[in-house]
């Protein structure tokens, strides 16, 4: 079956360090890759997505590089900051007719001042 | 803000009641995803409503029902309630054309449910 793998958290990093979260996934067909985040309170937000093998996601400085061969979807940052305090959540979707989103379980991110 | 809304943001029930929970799409959206998510879990998609039918299912059993109306706002209803049904519910809502999904979901806050 489909599913996603990340790092168990919580992550604690101080601000400016460099930030990577660790994700695999297992799926049948083609999947769209995802990573979702969920500051607190607040509903999920998508952060980034790739689509095809070798694809780089980008958006506030995050990065992740869809890799077939491997299976991964690692999330990078190179400077966090404070308000990057959140839960980091990877995901997949497999083109299908309800379109669901499989969620991995989350990592919990705490930057120190 | 993502305009999908979710009502109420906090219910307490007690085991074998029933509950109601109730969202809003984004507006120009026609399609509404439900999810489950357990405390320090992901969320679990339930099921999806496009043009007020059921467009699939996640694994949860048949006391979990759903609605979507005209205005393509949706409801969750789980009858029955047991302890395990604490968890934050989510709704999102997406603008589907025709055929396979893929679209952009936009999630509300969530309706956190305890069953006690």
């Known amino acids: 079956g489909n599913s996603v793998t990340q790092m168990e958290g919580p992550v604690t990093l101080s601000e400016e360090a460099f930030l990577t979260i660790n994700c695999t996934y297992t799926?049948?067909?083609?999947?769209?890759l995802f990573w979702y985040v969920q500051y607190p309170g607040e509903g999920l937000q998508l952060l980034l997505k790739?689509?095809?093998?070798?694809d780089k996601g980008s958006n506030k400085g995050f990065e992740a590089t869809y890799r077939k061969e491997t299976t991964s979807f690692h999330l990078e940052k190179g400077s966090v900051q404070v308000s990057d305090s959140a839960v980091y959540f990877c995901?997949?979707?497999?083109?299908?007719?309800?379109?669901?989103?499989?969620f991995g379980k989350g990592t919990r991110l705490h930057i120190l001042p | 803000e993502t305009g999908v809304t979710q009502s109420p943001t906090h219910l307490i029930k007690t085991r074998g009641q029933q509950v109601t929970l109730r969202c809003s799409s984004q507006?120009?959206?026609?399609?509404v995803s439900w999810y489950q998510q357990a405390l320090g879990q992901g969320p679990q998609f339930i099921f999806q409503?496009?043009?007020?039918?059921?467009?699939g299912r996640g694994n949860f059993p048949p006391r979990f029902s759903g609605l979507q109306f005209p205005n393509y706002s949706s409801e969750l209803n789980v009858n029955a309630l047991e302890l395990d049904d604490s968890a934050l519910y989510l709704c999102?809502?997406?603008?589907?054309?025709?055929?396979?999904?893929?679209?952009?979901?936009?999630f509300g806050s969530g309706t956190q449910l305890s069953v006690l």
């Open positions: 409503y496009y043009r007020e039918e059921e467009n």
């Open positions: 995901a997949l979707s497999v083109m299908n007719r309800d379109d669901k989103i499989i």
């Open positions: 790739a689509t095809k093998a070798d």
């Open positions: 999102a809502s997406s603008s589907r054309t025709g055929g396979f999904g893929g679209e952009k979901l936009f």
């Open positions: 799926a049948t067909g083609y999947p769209s």
């Open positions: 507006s120009g959206h026609n399609t």
